[in-house]
């Protein structure tokens, strides 16, 4: 019973994500569900990300599940933003995605980066209306995380590893992070960044902007 009504609430969540996603691809957007823990880096990344897929327009969607801190540091850099407030829900839906969605210029816009809410778990689960999902995760979490969250893991299509700086002070293998990853997910890129200083940012969007492209825009 409980089953059947989970799979319910996914069946109209699914619908949902269905229209988003019309909606966006009619507006010629490419929308990515960025998913990531507490305190990986995803505003600071979403900012590094605008930069790079510049000359494109990029809107923004902040899910957190209070405060409106990252969604004044994103319109701080003159982009569209859109924050919802999930009142202590742990991850968007796609009913929330789509009253976001009626508050932002999607005509000229090219790009949607939806921030999810920090954690690693139901995120996975549902389907926004995104074109891609990405999962930040970052070197002082340690290299052991794919093993520990593989649903998260294994939904998503491309991994930033964020913070790459800090490898020097902590105990944080990348052949050991890739490996673990290759292990439940060959498909997904990995891109080593650091926000803080700049470096494979170039990579990360250079990838993305051809991802883009070659998805018709
Ligand atoms: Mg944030
Ligand atoms: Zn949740």
């Given at each position: 019973m409980e089953i059947k009504i989970l799979k319910n609430i996914m069946g109209v969540n699914d619908q949902v994500a269905g229209k988003n996603r019309e909606l966006l691809e009619k507006n010629k957007v490419f929308t990515i569900n960025i998913m990531a823990s507490p305190g990986a880096g995803k505003t600071s990344t979403v900012l590094q990300t605008i930069k790079a897929l510049k000359p494109l327009r990029v809107g923004v969607i902040e899910g957190d599940i209070s405060s409106t801190i990252d969604a004044e540091t994103v319109a701080k850099v003159g982009v569209p933003v859109v924050q919802i407030?999930?009142?202590?829900?742990?991850h968007l839906d796609a009913n929330m995605i789509q009253n976001a969605l009626g508050n932002l210029p999607l005509d000229e816009m090219d790009v949607l980066m939806i921030e999810n809410v920090g954690n690693l778990v139901c995120p996975a689960d549902f389907k926004l209306g995104e074109s891609l999902k990405a999962l930040i995760a970052s070197?002082?979490?340690?290299?052991?995380k794919p093993y520990k969250y593989p649903g998260m893991f294994t939904a998503v299509d491309v991994i930033i590893l964020n913070k790459i700086d800090l490898l020097p002070y902590v105990k944080f293998s990348v052949e050991a992070f890739t490996q673990a990853v290759k292990g439940i997910n060959s498909k997904a890129q990995i891109f080593p960044i650091s926000c803080t200083t700049g470096e494979g940012v170039e990579a990360w969007g250079k990838w993305l902007k051809k991802r883009i492209k070659d998805t018709g825009k």
């Amino acid at each position: 019973m409980e089953i059947k009504i989970l799979k319910n609430i996914m069946g109209v969540n699914d619908q949902v994500a269905g229209k988003n996603r019309e909606l966006l691809e009619k507006n010629k957007v490419f929308t990515i569900n960025i998913m990531a823990s507490p305190g990986a880096g995803k505003t600071s990344t979403v900012l590094q990300t605008i930069k790079a897929l510049k000359p494109l327009r990029v809107g923004v969607i902040e899910g957190d599940i209070s405060s409106t801190i990252d969604a004044e540091t994103v319109a701080k850099v003159g982009v569209p933003v859109v924050q919802i407030n999930t009142g202590g829900e742990c991850h968007l839906d796609a009913n929330m995605i789509q009253n976001a969605l009626g508050n932002l210029p999607l005509d000229e816009m090219d790009v949607l980066m939806i921030e999810n809410v920090g954690n690693l778990v139901c995120p996975a689960d549902f389907k926004l209306g995104e074109s891609l999902k990405a999962l930040i995760a970052s070197v002082p979490e340690g290299d052991d995380k794919p093993y520990k969250y593989p649903g998260m893991f294994t939904a998503v299509d491309v991994i930033i590893l964020n913070k790459i700086d800090l490898l020097p002070y902590v105990k944080f293998s990348v052949e050991a992070f890739t490996q673990a990853v290759k292990g439940i997910n060959s498909k997904a890129q990995i891109f080593p960044i650091s926000c803080t200083t700049g470096e494979g940012v170039e990579a990360w969007g250079k990838w993305l902007k051809k991802r883009i492209k070659d998805t018709g825009k």
